[in-house]
């Protein structure tokens, strides 16, 4: 294509976009369950391992592959900044009439039916 017919912020490069890293009230625990944690774990080794293949198997100006690669880092910070704050907890340890974070709450529907729900963030 002909210089032309592109604009001058086409040759700019551009910035990933960035999650911003909690949306937590000021105060607010971040709570992860042990199963939450662990799935953001494996997501974080992922998107690692994936970050060193397009750094190893690419060219430096492949434009497609750098904003892949900083979609990818951008990610992964979010993921560390969320598990560094995180704390762990597991279900309740008492069975009680409060719902809480980590209960298992089964529910039954006049009709009879049952559904089981966790909570979770």
């Given at each position: 294509m002909?210089?032309?017919?592109?604009?001058?912020?086409?040759?700019?490069?551009?910035?990933?976009?960035?999650?911003?890293?909690?949306?937590?009230?000021?105060?607010v625990?971040?709570?992860?369950?042990?199963?939450?944690a662990?799935?953001?774990?494996?997501?974080?080794?992922?998107?690692?391992?994936?970050?060193?293949?397009?750094?190893?198997?690419?060219?430096?100006?492949d434009?497609?592959?750098?904003?892949?690669?900083?979609?990818?880092?951008?990610?992964?910070?979010?993921?560390?900044?969320?598990?560094?704050?995180?704390?762990?907890t597991?279900?309740?340890t008492?069975a009680?009439?409060?719902?809480?974070?980590?209960?298992?709450v089964?529910?039954?529907?006049?009709?009879?039916?049952?559904?089981?729900y966790r909570?979770?963030?």
């Amino acid at each position: 294509m002909s210089k032309a017919f592109t604009r001058e912020s086409d040759d700019a490069p551009e910035t990933p976009l960035v999650r911003p890293a909690t949306v937590l009230p000021p105060g607010v625990k971040n709570l992860l369950t042990p199963g939450g944690a662990l799935q953001l774990r494996q997501e974080l080794e992922q998107l690692t391992a994936e970050e060193a293949a397009l750094r190893a198997a690419t060219n430096a100006s492949d434009e497609t592959s750098k904003r892949r690669q900083q979609a990818l880092a951008a990610r992964a910070l979010q993921i560390q900044r969320t598990l560094q704050t995180a704390v762990i907890t597991g279900p309740p340890t008492m069975a009680d009439d409060v719902v809480r974070f980590g209960a298992t709450v089964r529910v039954r529907e006049r009709s009879g039916e049952t559904t089981t729900y966790r909570m979770v963030g």
